[in-house]
Every structure is written in structure tokens, then in C-alpha cells.
């Protein structure tokens, strides 16, 4: 089980805006950033989201994030079939002498 | 560029040591951490450790800590994730990763530990 909660999947239709939940505790996302990477079919991941809401350039602003308390979500508007991939959350945890932690990742589905 | 190239795909027996490597180029290697993850076949990312390339602290996930070693030679700015005896369960991709937040990735180096 990871330490971060994210549903399995999630689906949508061109066009529409699709969030991802992602769950923690006051270790990591209650008092760490979240960060967001999007894994295409047999590629490395790729930084979405840094430091809850901050998009690195190149990112399209189609994509945001947010946070509150111990969770975070990762929204995506005007959905495209080139968003089809995993998404996965992650975030510092205070706990056992620092680690980093992921959520288990969600399959976006564009129908 | 910023770029991390991570060495070939390997294939091993039960048993048998690796190390496998990580080089970093475009930036100044000893000014950020570098992180090795590991995906098993069909699931998902899960961090193993870190290494402050300026001094080679290293910092391992409790899962981790005792099965892989985790080092760099700033000199030529390459980053290595050690075994010193393969397990079946070891086949996977792993990928290092640049610190603040993962923001630029390795390509994967798969390891195939199979009789």
C-alpha cells in the first residue's frame, strides 16, 4: 500500500476537466509541497506540478494543482488524448528519518 | 541542457552483483540531490534513496535501507545504485531523479534478474 491515496483510475471525454485526488497525513502532504508527474506508456515520468501549484515551463496551463490540509488534487481542463497516461503524486514525509512518498497512481482514461 | 543518462538495460542471475549509474550533465552536479526509483512490471513509482552528490550523505527508505547502496563520484558527476546479490524480485526500471521535486528524469535502466 503507498503511504499517498489516489484512486486507480479516472476517466473523461475530450474537452472536459478531470481532477485526481490525492490523500496523505500531517507528515507529508500536511506540512510538505506536492509534487505531480505524468508517465506516458514506456517513458520515464515527467514534473507536472512542483510546490503544490507551480507549473514548470513547458507545461500547459490546462494543468493545476492545489492543496488542502492533508490532501492535494491535480486538475486537468480541455482534456486531450494525449493525457492519456499515469499520474502519480508525491511529496516529502517527515516521518522515519525523511523519505520521499507516492501516491500508487492513477490511469487517465480518455474515452 | 540539464540531462541525467542512466546506463544500459542489464540482465542478470540470482546471486550476481550490478551497479548501475546515473550521469548528470547541464547543471552543477554537486548542487542537488539525486534520488534513485524503482517501478516494478506494471506498478508504480516507489522511492528507494538519496545522495547529496557534494558529500555522498546518503538517505535510504526504510524499505531499502540494507539491500541497495547508493553512492557518486562528483568528479565525473555520475551517480551509481549498487547490488551486491540480485534477486528475482529486483526485476524492475529504475530511474534516478534530480532534486527539488524530480524535475528532470533519467531515461530508466530495466534490470532483468532472472535463471
Known amino acids: 500500500q503507498s503511504v499517498l491515496t489516489q484512486p486507480p483510475s479516472a476517466s473523461g471525454t475530450p474537452g472536459q476537466r478531470v481532477t485526481i485526488s490525492c490523500s496523505g497525513s500531517?507528515?507529508?502532504?500536511?506540512?510538505?509541497?506536492v509534487y505531480w508527474y505524468q508517465q506516458l506508456p514506456g517513458t520515464a515520468p515527467k514534473l507536472l506540478i512542483y510546490r503544490n501549484n507551480q507549473r514548470p515551463s513547458g507545461v500547459p496551463d490546462r494543468f493545476s494543482g492545489s492543496k488542502s490540509g492533508t490532501s492535494a488534487s491535480l486538475a486537468i481542463s480541455g482534456l486531450r488524448s494525449e493525457d492519456e497516461a499515469d499520474y502519480y503524486c508525491a511529496a516529502w514525509d517527515d516521518s522515519l528519518s525523511g523519505r520521499v512518498v507516492f501516491g500508487g497512481g492513477t490511469k487517465l482514461t480518455v474515452l | 541542457e540539464v540531462q541525467l543518462v542512466q546506463s544500459g538495460a542489464e540482465v542478470k542471475k540470482p546471486g550476481e552483483s550490478l551497479r548501475i549509474s546515473c550521469k548528470g550533465s547541464?547543471?552543477?552536479?554537486?548542487?542537488?540531490?539525486i534520488s534513485w526509483v524503482r517501478q516494478m512490471p506494471g506498478k508504480g513509482l516507489e522511492w528507494m534513496g538519496r545522495?547529496?552528490?557534494?558529500?555522498?550523505?546518503?538517505n535510504y527508505s526504510p524499505s531499502f535501507q540494507g539491500h541497495v547502496t547508493i553512492s557518486a563520484d562528483k568528479s565525473i558527476s555520475t551517480a551509481y545504485l549498487q547490488w551486491s546479490s540480485l534477486k528475482a524480485s529486483d526485476t524492475a526500471m529504475y530511474y534516478c531523479a534530480r532534486h527539488e521535486g524530480f524535475d528532470y528524469w533519467g531515461q530508466g535502466t530495466l534490470v532483468t534478474v532472472s535463471s
Open positions: 547541464g547543471y552543477s552536479f554537486t548542487s542537488y540531490w
Open positions: 500531517s507528515s507529508n502532504i500536511g506540512s510538505n509541497y
Open positions: 545522495i547529496d552528490p557534494s558529500d555522498s550523505y546518503t
